[in-house]
């Protein structure tokens, strides 16, 4: 499950999970977490920023919603990627 603390650690080392490494590491992130946050991300700039179909935006969001711990949790990821495009 993710939640907010996953995410603002890997907002933290801004998605490099080489220097998340290289610090030791913090939290309770795994690295199928991190993996899956990349995806997302990617997905996220993709719906933000590209014309994509409504099916692929559906997927996007239903993934985000069975993943994350809260709505709050999901506004945090929209948040970060909007963020990331300004």
Same mark, same amino acid.
């Given at each position: 499950?993710?939640? %907010? ?11 490099d ?9 913090c ?6 977490? !991190?993996? !899956?946050?990349?995806?997302? $991300? ?13 099916? $692929? ?5 239903? %993934? ?6 809260? %709505? ?15």
């Open positions: 499950m993710i939640t %907010e603390d996953k995410i603002r650690v890997y907002h933290k080392f801004d998605g999970i080489d220097g998340f490494s290289r610090s030791g590491g939290g309770d992130i795994t690295d199928d977490d !991190w993996r !899956w946050l990349d995806r997302i $991300f990617m997905r996220l700039h993709m719906v933000l920023s590209v014309d994509v179909s409504k099916e $692929f935006k559906e997927i996007t969001f239903r %993934e985000i919603r069975s993943m994350v711990d809260s %709505e709050k949790t999901a506004q945090l990821l929209q948040t970060i990627a909007n963020k990331k495009l300004a």
